[in-house]
């Protein structure tokens, strides 16, 4: 089973450009997460998606961060502009629609940013 | 305010002896905890999770232990061998919204 795809793997920009990461998560999970990861710190919630819709984006900074997953599977997270307080490691997770409990979650490699 | 506090020092430990890391969180009531490994350049791999009405979860040679009253989940690797040397984070999940919150983690090296 192939696991959570991610691309790229590695960004460098110059500040106030527009960047897109995409993922790709588990074939049949419904749930699909974006994280931000600094150094030295867990990944922490940027937007959480059922299916296609946006059920968590309360951690998201609107005003220059969007994200959409159409068709409930794959999904784009996008910067613009970027600033340098952006670089970090962009991570995506999925996990299966489970009725109760928690989900384990499935996370890619990440997409490392690099904000100069 | 909440928060969630794993050992603050990098753990160094011999090859052969049990590995205790720490998770104590301030301000949350989960029903779930979780446990990640995460090695450099990867994204977190699950390990184990355990539930607020269990004392106590083991898997091979990881144990993982959860006390609501001390507000700390301990989890152990036993046997600890250069291969478990990583990052493990624990995470909290309150139940509600199907949300993880993430300690920074706790980097384990095993000296051979």
Redesign the interface.
């Given at each position: 089973e192939a696991g959570?795809v991610q691309s790229p793997r590695y960004k460098i920009i110059e500040k106030k450009q527009p960047v897109a990461f995409w993922c790709n998560p588990i074939s049949g999970h419904n749930?699909l997460y974006w994280y931000r990861q600094n150094l030295?710190?867990?990944?922490?919630?940027l937007i959480?998606y059922e299916n296609e819709e946006a059920v968590?984006d309360s951690q998201l900074p609107k005003d220059r961060f969007s994200a959409e997953r159409l068709k409930g599977v794959d999904s784009t997270l996008k910067i613009q502009p970027a600033e340098l307080g952006d670089s970090a490691v962009y991570?995506c997770?999925s996990s299966p629609l489970g009725a109760t409990?928690?989900?384990?979650?499935?996370?890619?490699?990440?997409t490392r940013l690099t904000v100069l | 305010s909440q928060k969630?506090e794993q050992n603050s020092e990098a753990l160094n430990i011999q090859e052969g002896k049990t590995a205790t890391l720490t998770c104590n969180y301030t301000n949350y009531s989960p029903?779930?905890l979780?446990w990640y490994r995460q090695d450099p350049?990867?994204?977190?791999?699950?390990l184990l999770?355990i539930?607020e009405n269990e004392k106590e979860k083991r898997k091979e040679r990881l144990k993982v232990t959860f006390d609501t009253t001390l507000k700390q989940s301990l989890f152990h690797i036993t046997a600890s061998q250069p291969a478990d040397s990583a990052t493990y984070?624990c995470?909290l999940?309150e139940?509600s919204?199907?949300?993880?919150?993430?300690?920074?983690?706790t980097q384990l090296t095993v000296l051979p």
């Open positions: 959570v749930t030295g710190q867990g990944p922490e919630l959480r968590d991570l997770a409990g928690s989900d384990t979650q499935y996370f890619g490699p990440g | 969630i029903a779930y979780q350049g990867r994204g977190p791999v699950f999770l539930r984070l995470a999940d139940g919204a199907r949300q993880l919150t993430f300690g920074s983690g």
